[in-house]
């Protein structure tokens, strides 16, 4: 089988560093939110692996909810166009919500998100990211909890695909050129 590293040229994120900063931002939510009932809305599929750890770093109760949208399919620019594959499936009414995502790259998803939610009646509503471009920026997403920015490069690992490969690594890396040209 071929080898996955020879589609890698650089280790951008360890998950040592990612686990460290999930838990630093975990910290900080807990303080924010103590005594409030917070849910927290993964974006699949990018955001499981960061979900999984940031929830098992929290220490108090946060409930998962998830929702499903896709923009960018087999390629590696945003369409722009974002679609629902799956609803949540709790009422976000009075509820302190916590959107969680793997990146903010353009901002299209998030700002799509974050207009679609404004209308559930939510208490509060926020954005983990645990990786974003700025210089890749098309909006400017209000992101309070922020992991690592970074350079604008097509990074794949700890749940972020390319063409639904190499969510499993185990890093966060920048994917060789010659995979997607
Ligand atoms: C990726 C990523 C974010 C979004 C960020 O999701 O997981 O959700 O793109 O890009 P943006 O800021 O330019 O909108 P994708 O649409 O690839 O779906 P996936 O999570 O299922 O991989
Ligand atoms: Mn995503
Ligand atoms: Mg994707």
Not at 143 to 166: N, Q, S, T
């Amino acid at each position: 089988a071929a080898d996955i590293q020879d589609d890698l040229t650089q280790i951008l994120v360890t998950e040592e560093e990612i686990l460290a900063k999930l838990q630093e931002l975990a910290d900080r939510v807990a303080a924010d939110y103590e005594g409030k009932d917070l849910v927290l809305v993964g974006v699949l599929k990018g955001a499981v692996m960061v979900m999984a750890d940031f929830a098992r770093a929290l220490p108090m109760h946060a409930p998962m909810d998830w929702m499903a949208v896709s923009s960018y399919g087999a390629s590696t620019k945003s369409s722009g166009v974002v679609q629902i594959r799956k609803d949540l499936d709790t009422d976000l009414h009075d509820k302190h919500v916590l959107i969680v995502e793997d990146i903010i790259d353009s901002g299209l998803t998030l700002s799509w998100l974050l207009e679609n939610f404004e209308s559930r009646g939510a208490e509060s509503i926020e954005v983990l990211a645990l990786l974003r471009k700025p210089e890749a920026a098309k909006v400017e997403i209000d992101c309070k909890y922020v992991g690592f920015d970074i350079p604008v490069e097509f990074v794949v690992g700890y749940g972020l695909d390319y063409a639904e490969r190499y969510r499993n690594l185990r890093d966060v890396a920048v994917l060789a050129p010659h995979v997607y040209m």
